[in-house]
């Protein structure tokens, strides 16, 4: 039984899901202004365990992870610039050419971590209708009010008949405190009140028009517009980044309740920050690094290169709701693990089978239930993981015969070893692929020379012919000449 910790309860739950056999997922993506980073392969990461799992355990998931590429403005409170527009202002190309191109650089960073692509990849700018009318229902509800053909959510309001601030466990009070440092309320009544709608400045490129203004609609009405529309009135769980508890989710349940009347989302699940040596990562502290920079090792902070897997390992290493810290060495380390592991799996394909062995499919059953319950237990990955190093010990000791396995337990092994490694943690063996980039690379150089040969027969240039054949059979090459031309294989 799979139990989450929810944020909401703030304990472990069993998981239930609201119809039998399906899940509803709701993971909010990025907003596509900048290259992916480590804070948007962690949640990935996350969250594509929790969808392999829940597949793996023979769910149907609808996966929805948004784009956010409107309305996301650079001071997650309702000011400053929109974060797209501004970068495309800078660079002199139009906003969506910004989203595009981040988006497809985001979508190519996650394959090479291999996150499986959600099941809907909606856009925000694609679902401005659906915002509008969720800002209506607000609106009609009364927990919303029009200003200057802005459209802000009633906070104070809102918070006599419910608890604005559950989900971050802050009462209204605490959020008051803690935004009064900011000057003046403007079009807002009150400071903590969040924008729906905001009306465009002159200059703004991105906008639609609404009932209230000429604009474009709050960051946090995306999320619940297109998680209804995708999802329902009510779904299973909805995750992030822990950063994103308030507000941004904090809104979502208070628009969802305000709009429909009572909360949408089941569970919460919310991944732990990543740090870099032991620091926030930042721009202004020069400790950003991106994916690329680390699958490439272009980065002051880096030693070397690191791959999509290391990545992925590292991460899955340490569990979701712990806070992850990057550093060069360990790094080095996740990279040393999962080579680890996967010469173990390699030397799985040379072990001996003895029928009187010490070893049976019990073995295989044990490890097999371990890493399941870890699964189970709030997606335990480091516990996952440890088990299956507990396992590459007795592979050693299998290779250099100082233990047996009978055929079956064999059997079971290599399987409870790939399902694990392969389906669940989602690793791929990176040098097994180069190995496959290799041979396609030399059996197309072959494939080129038999051309070379032939193009010499026909023009009855046997010297040249001979050479290639006599050439290719010396490097262990047998090649045959048939009605359609040669083949050739590599003689054993
Ligand atoms: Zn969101």
Known sequence: MLTIYNTLTRRKEEFHPLVEGHVGMYVCGPTVYGDAHLGHARPAVTFDILFRYLRHTGYKVRYVRNITDVGHLEHDADEGEDKIAKKARLEEVEPMEVAGYYANRFHEAMQKLGCLPPSIEPLASGHIIEQIRLVQEILDAGFAYE??????????????????????????EDVINASRH????????????????????????MRWPSPWSDGFPGWHCECTAMGRKYLGQHFDIHG???????????CEIAQAVASQGDEAVHYWMHNNMVTIGGQKMGKSLGNFITL???????????????????????????????TLDFSDDALAAAKKGLDRLFEALARLDNINVAPEASLTEEFANQLEAKCYAALDDDLSTPQVVSLLFEACHTISALADHKTTINQKGLERLRSVMHTFTFDLLGLQNEAASGNAEREQAYSGAVDMLLELRAKAKSA???????????GLSALGFEVKDTKDGATWRLAK
């Open 240 to 250: 992030g980044g822990m950063d994103l508890i308030f507000p941004h989710h904090e």
């Open 147 to 172: 200003s200057n053909g802005s459209v802000y959510f009633d906070v104070e309001k809102y918070n006599h008949s419910h608890h604005y601030g559950k989900l971050s466990g802050r009462n209204l």
């Open 460 to 470: 009855k240039d046997w010297i040249t012919s001979d050479q290639i054949r006599d």
């Open 292 to 322: 690329n920079q680390f699958f490439s090792g272009e980065h002051p902070l880096l030693t070397s290169a690191y791959s999509p897997m290391t990545i992925r390992f590292f991460i899955l290493q340490a569990h979701y709701r712990s």
């Open 182 to 205: 900011l000057d003046g309320v403007g079009e807002k009544r009150n400071q903590v009140d969040f924008a729906l709608w905001k009306k465009a400045q002159p200059e703004h490129i």
